[in-house]
Nanobody, 123 residues
Framework: VQLQASGGGLVQAGGSLRLSCAAS????????MAWFRQAPGKEREFVAA????????YYADSLKGRFTMSRDNAKNTVYLQMNSLKPEDTAVYYC?????????????????WGQGTLVTVSS
């Protein structure tokens, strides 16, 4: 499984970005997906996870209401819509995949990782 994240960039505080993660796998609908992020000098942290069918989604408590994860199994792609961005959202954002129905919040549960896309939020 190869994952390609895109959509990062520089945005002003209060702005929005939509990240995409395209997966090169024939059975994408059998993989739960997640987004994590890593800010400079900090550990990687959980952002959101979604089941393989898209019927259940988990978010980090601090991001609920601002970030929305979705997936399009026909396009082998997951998305992360980020609104009302803050400077503290600045990080490299990674998508991850695990074979199985349920998303997990622990990064160790994921077998495949994208290369990351940098999001920079200016104040």
């Amino acid at each position: 499984v190869q994952l390609q994240a895109s959509g990062g960039g520089l945005v002003q505080a209060g702005g929005s970005l939509r990240l995409s993660c395209a997966a090169s796998v024939r059975t994408f609908s059998r993989y739960a997906m997640a987004w994590f992020r890593q800010a400079p000098g900090k550990e990687r942290e959980f952002v959101a996870a979604m089941s393989w069918s898209g019927d259940s989604t988990y978010y980090a408590d601090s991001l609920k209401g601002r970030f929305t994860m979705s997936r399009d199994n026909a396009k082998n792609t997951v998305y992360l819509q980020m609104n009302s961005l803050k400077p503290e959202d600045t990080a490299v954002y990674y998508c991850a995949a695990r074979y199985g129905s349920r998303g997990r919040v622990e990064s160790s549960e994921y077998d495949y990782w994208g290369q990351g896309t940098l999001v920079t939020v200016s104040s």
